[in-house]
DNA sequence: GTGGTCTAGACCACA
DNA sequence: GTGGTCTAGACCACA
């Protein structure tokens, strides 16, 4: 797992954004214990105040569980997973859509878009 | 032109933002006289300050330009304003194609949602 | 005669200085007459009243004078034009050396790019 | 670090061209840290909105960078400094050149001019 | 009328 | 503590 930090906005918000990335896409396992916030703080050379208000929003999501004096988990529910996945794709595809028509860019435009950069890589 | 302001982002961002869209779609046309500072604070119900930082933005983007004791006016290069498009739309696919291919989605699934929504429209 | 404005000051003080220097150059000669503000007007395509503006600093310069109804001439005095051209070249001179003291350009170095330049047209 | 404005340009620009310099100049290491924009404001008797609009200037400039929450540095790129610094020279530098041949000055005189200077002082 | 500058001062998020 | 945003309002030069 790498993070990466610019200053374009908040450290908390983009600590929440990848977290709930590598859990929805699995490459955090359900069900999986966390590095404690301290070892996350050293980690990330982060405010441990920082590290404790993403993981409160995560857990605000229901992604993530605290067991009070052991740590804090990943949760084994698949629903409450793939409902987060669900709505990260929904909002980022509207969103997407959107931008594009307010360009004035036809779906027909960004599917040949996506093609070519698909050919590209 | 309609503008809308939520609390998500500063305003003036929110006011650069739209104004971009009008201008690089073609909703204001190149060469189009701005309305004056005091008639879009007036307008928009925001401070003329605020107006003004918007404005120095899209200056500094080089989509409009200022005649003195005159007024704002876009910019009537074409060149420029098709360079901003290209820069936005650019910007929208790429970060839309990581966002996806970090939520574990593929090109193939993006287009087939695409059509999809295609139809429910 | 040529003259060009951009936006970056107030056109009354480009128009003073690009008479200054046609007048101390010798490109508009000693004792000439001037275009009557009308003309000048119509020509630049700048306001009257910018136009007036302009003159009365070079009146106030003792570098044009001005004869009741009949129009505005520049001054016969050699004394004067070469008191202003040793002024301006000496406040450009002076300007000049501390700009270039100030960005750590010692006058060895000013005079080899001076030569340089020399070269290269 | 001393400070001097005048009445004759705004004051954020006044501050910007003078920060420049220092940069430039070396006399504020690469890298280092500003004074916080409150403190600026209590030293320069200036209002903190004139000082984050000069340092905003140099943001843009990517002379400086914001380090959230945490204050503002000098960048620590060789490369934009020196690009900057360049670009100062050089415009100094043509702009003056461009003066003396409009005054009718020619290279010889000005290099004669500028010995003179140097054996004066 | 136009844009530009500046101040005083409040308020906010973030670390 | 840090920077950022916003408002209210004054004042200015210029055309």
Redesign the pocket.
């Known amino acids: 797992m790498n993070f990466y930090?610019d200053n374009d906005?908040?450290?908390?918000?983009?600590l929440v954004e990848q977290l709930k990335l590598y859990i929805v896409s699995g490459k955090i396992e359900p069900g999986g214990k966390l590095p404690s916030i301290r070892e996350l703080s050293l980690q990330l050379q982060?405010?441990p105040?920082?590290i404790q208000?993403?993981l409160q929003e995560l857990e605000n999501l229901e992604l993530i569980y605290t067991e009070r004096t052991n740590g804090k988990y990943v949760t084994s529910s698949k629903k409450n997973i793939g409902k987060t996945k669900k709505e990260m794709t929904n909002e980022k595809i509207i969103e997407f859509i959107t931008d594009m028509a307010n360009l004035g860019i036809s779906k027909e435009e960004i599917i040949k878009n996506l093609l070519e950069l698909g050919e590209k890589e």
């Open positions: 930090f906005s908040p450290i908390y918000i983009q982060i405010n105040n920082t208000k993403a």
